[in-house]
């Protein structure tokens, strides 16, 4: 951790920046020393990667207006320097992560001369006895990237997003910056690749002295890789500490609802706290007793499973060059297991294991190569267009991206109305009250009808995604890691939802996750997969506590932060 009697390395003053005149940073201060890691947390749209940008230059010109305040590096003033002065600090002095390796990275261009491209600029190869190239392979040997060689020729689509990201990561520390900004550097990655890039980060930021500004939506998640954490909200910082001190002792409601929204691990809440609780205090401490979730498993499980998995199995064959050579891969292999009316099935894994793969194919969006699914004891034939019909309406999906499940150009409502349209026998004005009905269910007013998905927030968007599921009246709803996107506090909100939506409309859910701690709070039952294959199956609680496969163990140890 960084003396504070050193001179700061960064140094932000008064700052505040506005879009077309709309006030985004009020007046922030944050001061960052040498050797230091300082996480900057905060709810989407509370101003952390504007504040990261305006660090690194790359603010929209057209619309932003800095209207006072100064940043400093090493005493440099940054806000007035020019474009090329710009881009010879970046990545010399300043390295960017950023949230998204696959738009981060160009997608026609091979991961090893992208690289090479960040070295040619700053000319870290001159009066050098090594190559660009080798020390391109040495920079992905130092962020622990397998067959450096592949990863040099493979495009980014080629790679994992694990892997994408620590190419990111090793393109920007390539030049060895005083300060590396890492902007939700972790976000949508299984439990298991985010301990490992944090591992990452912390390991070069000690080997370099280096400095890092963290920026993340998760307070639990940078416990234990920060020495200080400024909490951000609506373009200001309402709180800020050492990062013990602010565990030990938040006080402004806001950081408490932050650290406490996410799903406790040794007792089962009826309701997650939400933001909203903390900051009218209306909490409710109401726990599910054990006799409670025993009566209801009994109830659970004294009938037939609604529906079954029988020896599951899918290869994909990849091409990977113009000469056919060809690549099979096994997603799934041999997967048994049942889905009982009533409960939650949690379904977990890192991420390529097949979670998604078998959602997909119990839908029928995915072809299988061999094996039955059974619903209400009748085997599906996805041949048959009718029963394909009837399946589409009683089991429904809900995608993790909710702004990509929904069309850009159709209002809210009228991408629920179409559904209707299709499934149902309702007149016009039928149809139009249903829609207000459901919004009405998912926590939306009637106002959200005609506006588009740009207009909503994250959580706002999946709970319209959530009310277009819920219009054809499903029995199973599937849910592929509906929440691994939201802010910590905007999922406790959609989990709060999903769990009374089953109480209310009698639902069975099945519910993907990598996240170990979401599934326990959500499920009956916890299925564990692993390179296609299911290696562990138990209820939730004593699967968690007595975890008997050692990637079982692996994935609760990652999960608690």
Known sequence: MAEHNLKPLLSIENLSISFHNTAIIRNLNLTLYPNEIVALVGESGSGKSVTAHSITGLLPKNITQISEGNIFLEGEELLNLSMPEWQKIRGEKIGMVFQEPQSSLNPSQRCGKQVEEMGRQHGIAKNKTVSLKEMVLEAFEQVQLPQPERIYLAYPHQLSGGQKQRVMIAMALLCKPQLLIADEPTTALDVLVQKEIIDLIQIHQKKNAMSVLFISHDLNLVAHLADRIAVMKDGEIVEQNTTEELFKNPKHPYTQGLLNSRPPTQHRLKQLPTLKDYLNATLDHSLISEKERTEEHQKYYASAPLFKAEKVYKVYHETLSWWGKKRKTEALKGIDFSLYEGETLGLVGASGCGKSTLARCIVGLTPLDRGSFLYKNKKI???????????RKEIQFIFQDPFAALHPLITIGDGIDEVLLVHSQLKNEQRKDRVNQLLNQVGLSENFYNRYPHELSGGQRQRAVIARALAVEPKILICDESVAA????????????????????????????????????????????????????????TLYFSPKTPFTKALIKASIH
């Open 381 to 391: 034939i996805f041949s048959d267009k009718n029963q394909l019909k009837i399946l």
């Open 486 to 541: 939201l802010d910590i506090s905007v999922q406790a909100q959609v989990l709060n939802l999903l769990n009374r939506l089953k109480k209310t409309l009698d639902l069975t859910l099945i519910f993907i996750s990598h996240d170990l701690a979401v599934v326990k709070h959500m499920a009956d039952r916890i299925i564990v997969m692993h390179e296609g294959k299911i290696v562990e199956e138990e209820e939730a609680d």
